[in-house]
């Protein structure tokens, strides 16, 4: 098992520089770093040049980069556009979308495990049917349209919920966009379990299980579910990274003030530092999570373990 | 009599037809006997015996006639909940590929205490020092060190033997193994056969060996049943079907085996395949790949002649098959 | 290790999955299934004795597969009409009238005007046009770049196998609505090669993946050796062995995924990072509804309507091609 943590802690150290280098060229190299701080218009030379020293830009690009990574690992992020530092907009954005995903995630889990289990034993039936036709519709339909349709029908024409989320986004109105957020995660989960379940069933070793005399409820909990939901797991892990992209789209709507909102002025406002800033945490977030899934499947799988 | 088939009929529901897998299979097993059921792939043996078991998937399968009376009950006509109680306590089942049929992500030790908790109530950590009994029983080395381990970590040798320790956990009164042996090294073979006569000795279980390898039979059988295309072909006890078959399929496995004193010559097999289980050739099913096939062949389905008190055979001509020797 | 089936890629949900945003994510990934029969590999015969293979039994069962039929038709259909729109809309999408912003459905007007007095039905036909040229194009792109470097990192193996895998590793990385708020805001281009070239850029290594799995499993069928033995060179094997058979996961992801680009790029439009005006694309229209959507709901829920038909009619039509495929699903 250490061997195994060891391995995957290493093979995450190239990915990370990959991708924090990846990240730095697209913003530094292929936009204008310094566009946007000066307000709404275009620096005039003087200013532009000396800013331009001020944040080393003048230097060979392999050396912006060094600095770059510098600065993640002192936390210096650097201003953005409204004169605060980065740091500090992080954190008031991030304990938003830190309830939103969470919310998500509960639904996901909850939702998507029962409604999997019950289609994955009765393949073929109605019940199926129809579960698997609206998976499949909240899959085709992007984030972004059932997003405003919900928001078009509970909160405009029958008022149920807010339509704008508060500034301080307390969680109960984070219900709506939590399931906005988990829908489409909810269906692959919903999906996966469904045929992990399917598959397992006609397993050996449930097979066994049956011939020992169990019954059918230790048979379906303790042998297949505990095979079934292996993949499920690990899949929610690294959906992570999912719920964050989505989580832009689904604040921009609900106008929620989190990451995603200030991800979005900072490009609106070409303040790369702002970008590379929260891009780089994230990124980070999501490295971590797989990393944690890896880890998480060698505790639910003994196979890969002693492999 | 411990158990006893009667004209038993499986079928299979397939969106090609409907698939014959048993047609009319009668045989019986007494208390600390064994039968050796054999037959090629698709003969049945397999789907008989998980019909016994109760294990059988019902929809695609149907059990469409015949009885099973195990103890004299009709295994049939009892309620889901009662089969299952038989189940594990009275009657198990052992699987061909131990690495399959075993839950991966379980201990041996928690498997093998599953039986107790479940068919005696006892407490986990009761249930634990059974298990290292059993697996002591079954000669596992380190059983202490080791209940915590789980299958992957365990040789295939050992695996079938855990399997073993899981069937006769209980002390059931019949015990079904499936091919046992067929994914082991011949050598380990031996070993995992010797430990099952001598737990059926020790128990007087009734035992039923399905198989395809007539080597493994000679030694541990008391009576053979061979099986062809979902129908027994030929019964009879032991040694005598080695010396005198009395049936052309039987007749075509003994054949088959190579043999040490057949240098650079070329092997038998049995020309034809095994037929498709949803067009069963009319008449007798060997037909086509008999070497002795009449006419009558072609028409009549072939009944199970008596040979002698304790053989039968299922061939219009089994008294020239057994001439013929 | 459990083995990895081709289509099981639970780990690494992908470069392409925005699931938040729609830009979705594999849906074949998330059914472990392999394909068990392969076309050129051992046969059996069927009731008629016909020689079956994989493909032909696959056929078989789409033909009579009414998902299937009804997403061909909506796909044939929408193809047709981004070749040609004029065939059922006559006007301009950019002829538009400020005097008429907003107002509902009229004689010649079926869908009603938007916020800049643009006809929404015109746009709404025009817009499928953008839809259907990006998910095309970025899928032909994603398929042979992914397909080629995974198929040859699967053959190969080893070294090259691992760099992909390290490759593909930091793609992942990078969740997509994400990279492509970065990437595209700093480009001003309004045509649609930004968008493609973006996909393709985040969207290869899922293919990647898919081929590389399905050519390891091919290349561990018995007749792959056979052939090798006989002294069969590389490129020999690879196209008329394992080529056949690895292709077919591949076909379906791309099918699915196609869908699930549709889908990006009306995200990404959403976003204002996407596609602008002049161009016309259902994710602008829909963006510029959302303010008056209180008002003028039809200008929302025509684009939108059309846009989760088509997204729709990809991944049902890929659904149903790999259930075709998979015996184990019977």
């Known amino acids: 098992m250490g061997r195994y943590v060891i391995r995957r802690l290493l093979q995450m150290i190239p990915v990370f520089f990959g991708t924090t280098l990846l990240i730095f060229l697209m913003v530094n190299v292929m936009g204008d770093p310094i566009a946007g701080l000066c307000g709404d218009r275009q620096c005039d030379p003087a200013t532009a040049a000396q800013l331009r020293t001020e944040f080393g830009l003048d230097k060979p690009v392999w050396q912006q980069y060094l600095t770059y990574m510098g600065n993640i690992f002192t936390g210096d992020f650097g201003t953005a556009f409204n004169g605060q530092k980065v740091t500090e907009l992080m954190a008031t954005a991030f304990p938003i979308t830190i309830r939103l995903t969470v919310v998500a995630i509960v639904f996901e889990i909850v939702i998507g495990i029962s409604l999997g289990v019950v289609t994955g034993l009765r393949r073929g039936r109605p019940v199926d049917t129809v579960v698997l036709i609206l998976t499949l519709v909240v899959i085709a339909v992007p984030t972004f349209v059932t997003g405003l349709l919900l928001q078009l029908l509970l909160g405009v024409e029958w008022g149920i919920i807010k339509p704008s989320v508060s500034s301080e986004a307390p969680v109960d109105e984070l219900i709506v966009p939590g399931l906005v957020l988990a829908s489409v995660s909810l269906a692959y989960v919903t999906r996966l379990t469904r045929t992990s379940i399917a598959e397992n069933a006609r397993a050996d070793y449930v097979r066994t299980a049956v011939a020992k005399g169990l019954p059918r409820r230790r048979v379906v909990v303790r042998h297949l579910l505990r095979n079934s939901l292996i993949p499920v797991v690990t899949f929610i892990g690294t959906d992570v990274g999912a719920l964050m992209g989505g989580a832009i789209v689904t604040e921009r709507i609900f106008n929620i003030h989190g990451v995603g909102y200030q991800l979005y002025q900072g490009i609106l406002r070409q303040n790369s530092q702002t970008v590379v800033g929260f891009v780089t945490v994230l990124v980070l977030v999501f490295l971590a999570a797989n990393l944690i899934v890896d880890l998480l499947y060698a505790v639910l799988d003994p196979r890969i373990r002693y492999a | 009599m411990l158990l006893e088939v009667r004209d038993l009929h499986v079928e299979f529901h397939t969106r090609d037809g409907v698939a014959k897998a048993v047609n009319g299979v009668n045989y019986s097993v007494a208390e600390g006997e064994t039968l050796a059921v054999l037959g090629e792939s698709g003969s049945g043996k397999s789907v008989t015996a998980q019909a016994v078991m109760g294990i059988l998937d019902m929809p695609p399968g149907r059990i469409s006639g015949g009885e099973i009376l195990f103890k004299d009950r009709d295994l049939l006509k009892l309620k889901a909940d009662e089969r299952r109680r038989i189940r594990g306590q009275e009657m198990a089942m052992i699987f061909q590929d131990a690495l399959s049929s075993l839950n991966p992500v379980l201990s041996v030790g928690q498997q093998l205490g599953e039986m107790f908790v479940v068919h005696r109530g006892m407490s986990r950590g009761d249930a634990r020092a059974k298990a290292i009994e059993l697996m002591d029983r079954v000669r596992i080395p380190a059983a202490r060190e080791r209940v915590g381990d789980f299958p992957h970590q365990f040789s295939g040798g050992m695996r079938q033997r855990i399997m073993i320790a899981m069937a006769m956990a209980l002390e059931p009164s019949l015990i079904i193994a499936d091919e046992p042996t067929t994914a082991l090294d011949v050598t380990v073979q031996a070993q995992v056969m010797d430990l099952l006569a001598e737990l059926q000795r020790e128990l007087n279980m009734g035992l039923i060996l399905i198989t395809h390898d007539l080597g493994v039979v000679a030694d541990v059988a008391d009576k053979i049943a061979v099986m062809y295309a979902g129908r027994i072909v030929e019964t009879s006890p032991v040694h005598e079907i080695y010396q005198a078959p009395a049936h052309p399929y039987t007749k075509g496995l003994l054949r088959s085996i190579p043999r040490l004193d057949q240098k650079g010559q070329e092997l038998y097999a049995i020309k034809g395949l095994p037929p498709n289980l949803l067009h069963i050739p009319p008449g007798c099913a060997f037909h086509p790949r008999c070497p002795m096939a009449q006419a009558v062949c072609r028409t009549d389905v072939p009944p199970l002649y008596t040979v002698d008190e304790e053989r039968r055979s299922a061939c219009h001509f089994w008294k020239e098959t057994l001439d013929a020797r | ?330």
């Open chain 3, 1 to 330: 290790m459990p083995e990895q089936k081709p289509w099981d890629e639970t780990t690494g949900s992908g470069a392409i999955s925005g699931a938040g945003a729609g830009g979705g994510m594999d849906l074949a990934m998330d059914e472990g299934t392999t394909l068990e029969k392969t076309p050129g590999g051992p046969e059996g015969t069927g009731p008629a004795g016909k020689p079956r293979s994989l493909w032909s039994d696959a056929w078989r069962d789409l033909r009579r597969n009414p998902v299937f039929i009804i997403s061909s038709l909506v796909i044939l259909f929408l193809v047709v009409i981004s070749i040609w729109p004029s065939l059922i809309a006559d006007q301009d999408p950019l002829d538009c009238d400020l005097s008429k912003a907003q107002e509902g459905s009229q004689p010649g007007h079926p869908f009603g005007f938007d916020g800049q007095g643009c006809d929404v039905y015109t746009r709404t036909v025009y817009g499928a046009r953008t839809s259907v040229t990006v998910g095309v194009l970025s899928t032909l792109g994603v398929s042979l770049l992914g397909g080629v470097l995974g198929g040859l990192a699967g053959f190969f193996g080893r070294g090259w196998d691992a760099v992909l895998s390290r490759i593909t590793d930091v793609f992942f990385g990078i969740p997509v609505v994400l990279g492509g708020l970065v990437f595209l805001s700093v480009v001003t281009s309004s045509t649609v090669w930004p968008v493609i070239g973006f996909i393709v850029l985040l969207g290869w290594p899922q293919i990647a993946r898919i081929a590389r799995g399905s050519v390891i499993t091919a290349k561990q069928n018995d007749y792959v050796q056979a052939a090798r033995a006989l002294g069969a060179s590389n490129s020999r094997m690879m196209l008329r062995h394992i080529m056949p058979n690895a292709i077919a996961p591949v076909i379906v992801v791309a099918t699915i995924a196609l869908g699930t680009y549709i889908s990006l790029e009306a995200t990404l439009s959403y976003l204002g990072v996407g596609l602008k005006p002049p161009a016309v694309s259902w994710g602008i229209d829909i963006s510029a509804a959302s303010q008056y959507v209180r008002n003028a709901p039809h200008m929302l829920l025509w684009p939108a309507g059309a846009l989760a038909v088509t997204v729709l009619a990809f991944i049902m039509l890929g659904d149903a091609v790999r259930d075709a495929l998979d015996p184990k699903l019977r």
